[in-house]
Each structure stands twice: as C-alpha cells, then as structure tokens.
C-alpha cells in the first residue's frame, strides 16, 4: 500500500498552517516528512490519514485519490489532541480501551496478555506520560494494528516525548518489516538524526532452495528392474485495579 503527499498545503506564504508537504510512504519503506509550529504536525497527520481534505495538493493511496479507503486502512497513532490517550491513563487502561474499540475482549486477562505479547507487562501500571518514548510508540502503534482493516499508520512526532531517536526509530523499522505502511510525521532535527542513520533491507528476500545431492566416486550400475517412481464484541472497560 502506497501513500504519496503531493504537496498537500492549507494557506498560503510565511503564515501557511501547513506549508507545502510531499512525502511518500509504501511497503517495505518507511516515509518521514518534517513540519515545524505547534499546530502543523497534527494537520499534516489529518490530511495524510485522510481525515481532512487541503487546500491545495492531493493525497492518493495506490496512485489514486480516495480519502475514504485511506481513512479505513491508516490510523493516526498518538496524534496531538486526536488520537493522544490521556497521559494519566495506565498502560493497562490504554490496552483495554484500545482492545474495546477493535472488537476484542477487552477484560483485564486480555489486556495483560496483550501486553505480555508485545513486552509490556511489567509496565501496565505504569501512566502513559512516564512511558520511555520507545515503548509508548510500540504500544500505541501494536493497539493500532488490532484492527483488522489497518494496514497503514500515521505516526504524529514521537520526539516530543523525549528519548532517543534511534529507539523508537527501531519500533517504526520493525512494524515496516511486518508489512505496514508507516509514515511519520515528525520535526526538523529529528529528520536530521534519522536521515543520518542506517535504513535497513525491508523487503524479505526470496530463499533459494538448493538440494544437496551427495557425490560418490562411482555411480552404481542401473539395473532393468530399476524404477522410478514420481511422488467480538464490545467489553465495558473496568477499573484497572487488582
């Protein structure tokens, strides 16, 4: 799944909101584009997920301009004032209402081994707001992908949270390799540090198969006789306290 910004901008000159922005996302490479001010993260993270339409420049998934298949098939993960838990939440109250929302079982037992799965449960009573940043990525973007119609996220500037660029770099390289489209919308000097980076090979490589066939000094005499023979529903979020 392809996700291309052809210079997607709302307003005009030094004051634009969002100025021009052109990125592309797909399978097996992760994009990045850089915004600045306060504001411009979160609408350049509402247009690229197709939750707002700019004012000039388009967005397409696939070559083509379809705002509604790109709404259904990308989430915006930790997305200022959009898709941002409430930093006081616990990591077990974030699971649980995540799992709610796709469907799933969404009782303490699922949440702990949810957060099991992906490394987190020594953590689920932990607030959110004193996650390390790498960590809080993994965790919102694996709540992300439970549902089963995302193949795409958008991922609204995890350097804001503080940590090592590198780390939570490492979570969006490890969902691109399990073949989710991940563009990431982040700041100037975050770009810098990741563009100095190394980008691993995403794109699995087919494995050669190669029989082995034993060498022996003589072959032995065939023989007449010789053959061949070819062979969910919704549930109510409780309290996360034991």
């Not at 298949?69 to 004032?81: E, H, K, N």
């Not at 009782?107 to 949810?114: H, Y």
Request: charged share 25%; glycine share 6%.
């Amino acid at each position: 799944m392809r996700l291309e910004l052809h210079d997607v901008a709302i307003g005009d000159g030094p004051g634009a909101a969002l100025p021009p922005l052109s990125a592309v996302a797909d399978r097996w490479t992760p994009g990045f584009v850089a915004v600045e001010t306060e504001n411009a993260p979160t609408l350049a993270s509402l247009v690229a997920g197709g939750r707002m339409r700019p004012e000039a420049g388009r967005v397409t998934v696939d070559g083509r301009s379809d705002d509604a298949a790109i709404r259904a098939s990308f989430a915006l993960v930790d997305t200022p004032t959009v898709a941002e838990p409430f930093a006081a939440l616990t990591v077990v109250q974030v699971a649980r209402e995540e799992l709610a929302l796709a469907g799933l079982r969404a009782d303490k037992a699922s949440a702990r081994l949810l957060l099991d799965e992906i490394g987190l449960r020594e953590h689920e009573r932990t607030r959110l707001s004193a996650l390390p940043t790498e960590l809080r990525v993994r965790l919102l973007c694996e709540l992300a992908v439970l549902r089963p119609e995302v193949r795409g996220l958008i991922v609204t500037t995890p350097e804001r949270h503080g940590g090592d660029v590198a780390a939570w770099l490492s979570v969006v390289h490890d969902l691109v390799g399990r073949d989710y489209t991940v563009l990431t919308i982040t700041g100037f000097a975050a770009l810098a540090t990741i563009e100095s980076l190394p980008t691993p090979e995403f794109a699995p490589t087919a494995a050669v198969e190669t029989d082995t066939v034993p060498e022996t000094d003589t072959a032995p005499p065939s023989s007449p006789d010789d053959t061949v023979v070819a062979t969910t529903t919704d549930t109510p979020v409780e309290s996360d306290q034991p």
